[in-house]
């Protein structure tokens, strides 16, 4: 089975940090992201921005809000 794996992007150097694996539900909640993984495990994250899914690579990429690549 392959889930989706979730990174939060750098917007000023773009390396992506891991932040879950085997996601099977992500939900907006007020301003948060609500990602659960198969084994019920619950991770909240604030203060990101939906940046991409790659459905090949089973990847969704979030960005910190505010930043984005020409910020310094």
């Known amino acids: 089975m392959c889930l989706l794996k979730v990174y939060i992007e750098d917007a000023r150097t773009g390396e992506k940090t891991f932040v879950s694996g085997n ?17 019920g495990a619950e991770k909240i994250i604030s203060g990101v921005d939906f940046l991409m899914i790659d459905a ?10 505010g930043l984005s690549k020409t910020e310094s």
């Open 56 to 65: 090949l690579k089973s990847t969704i990429v979030l960005r910190v809000k």
């Open 23 to 39: 996601a099977a539900l992500i939900s907006a909640d007020g301003e948060a992201l609500r990602i659960i993984d198969v084994e």
